[in-house]
Every structure is written in structure tokens, then in C-alpha cells.
């Protein structure tokens, strides 16, 4: 058995403006930038093997909470939100003739206008997943984050969700055979500096 540790991104400035980014390569900002590097990642993950999304603002919240390169899995490249992307979630959800629905009710099949359902995210998601050898931390996104433990969890994206993803946490998840199993209680990265 060996265990996966999930790690969204450091925000940037469309986060902050409640800015849909799917594929779109926004960088992290200097807040994001100065809170990540003041954290690490605690023993043991900090000799596991490390994973990032080829989208930067990963690649970068990788290399400063590890201080070294990680290694590139295009499959963890965040969900393509299409025609949706650099619009504002809340502005699309008050418009009733977008289309846009909260995640509670998408499925597995939801699908934003030219962009990609959960379905297609975990086809290509799923083989990395299954092709890990030992424990490894994986530094992407909300999406990515959402089917993987959308399988652990057993969730089909119908009603609330079981996990509340926040940043600066790892969320874990054994891998045993095609078995995904999550561990309750996510670990929160460390401050540099400390011994615990």
C-alpha cells in the first residue's frame, strides 16, 4: 500500500476575485508567494517523491514548500472549464441561462460549455494515480483534488460533499491495488523553522 498526499495551490489573483481558471496559467501572487514559502512540508512527505501540475502556480507552490524540482504529470493539469474560464463563478450562477450548477449537483457527467465533465478528469487522472510505486505528494488543483477524492470517498457528486478541500492542508489517500481509501484528518504543512 502506499499513499498519495494532495496539496492544492497557493491563491492568485483570480482566486481572489472568485475568477474560474481551469487550464489558464495564472501565476500565484507575492501573498500567496510569502505565505508558502514560510511552510514546508512536514516529515516524513518531505522525502516523498513530489508531483506538480505543469500549470505554474503549482509548479511553483511545489518548489517553495519542498525547495526542489518536482516532477510534471500533465494528467494533473486542473479541469478545462472552457468557455467558462476567467469568469466569475457568481456571476455565471445568477445568470440562469448559463448553465452553471454548484457541485453538489453536477455527476459525474456535468459538463461546462466546451470544457470537461468529472468523467473525462478522472479517465485521465486515473492511470497516474495507478501508476504511483511509492508515497508521493502531488501539488495541483481544486478539481484534480475533488475526483480523486470523489472515488476515495465514494461521492458522485450528488448532495454535499464529504471533504472540505482547504489550502496549506494535505489531503491523503492510501492506494492499494485499485483500492483509494482517505484518511480522515488532513496534515497541515509546516512552518519552516520547527522541529515537530
Known amino acids: 500500500m502506499i499513499r498519495l498526499a494532495l496539496l492544492r495551490h497557493g491563491h ?3 482566486n481572489r476575485a472568485g475568477q474560474i481558471q481551469g487550464r489558464s496559467d ?7 508567494r510569502a505565505e508558502l514559502a514560510a511552510q ?12 506538480s501540475s505543469p500549470l505554474e502556480r503549482a509548479a511553483e507552490t511545489a518548489r517553495l ?6 516532477q510534471c504529470a500533465p494528467a494533473l493539469t486542473e479541469m478545462f472549464w472552457g468557455d467558462w474560464e476567467g469568469k466569475r463563478g457568481l456571476d455565471l450562477q445568477a445568470d440562469p441561462t448559463s448553465g452553471f450548477r454548484d457541485i453538489e449537483h453536477w455527476g459525474w ?15 485521465r487522472i486515473e492511470p497516474w494515480v495507478f501508476s504511483l ?10 478539481g484534480i483534488m475533488r475526483m480523486i477524492l470523489a472515488k476515495a470517498y465514494g461521492w458522485d457528486f450528488d448532495g454535499p460533499a464529504p471533504f472540505k478541500i482547504k489550502r496549506n492542508r494535505m489531503f491523503i489517500v492510501e492506494i ?21
Do not use: F, M
Not at 109 to 123: L, Q
Not at 133 to 142: E, F, G, L, T, W
Not at 184 to 189: G, H, Q, S
Open 40 to 51: 514546508c512540508l512536514p516529515a516524513p512527505w518531505d522525502g516523498a517523491d513530489l508531483w
Open 26 to 32: 495564472i501565476p500565484l501572487d507575492d501573498a500567496a
Open 133 to 142: 510505486s511509492q508515497d508521493s505528494v502531488a501539488v495541483c488543483h481544486i
Open 176 to 196: 492499494d491495488g485499485r483500492n483509494l481509501t482517505p484518511l480522515a484528518d488532513p496534515v497541515r504543512l509546516a512552518k519552516r523553522g520547527d522541529d515537530a
Open 109 to 123: 457527467d456535468y459538463r461546462p460549455p466546451n470544457g470537461e465533465s468529472p468523467a473525462e478528469v478522472w479517465a
Open 12 to 14: 492568485t489573483a483570480w
Open 65 to 70: 514548500v519542498s525547495d526542489r524540482q518536482p
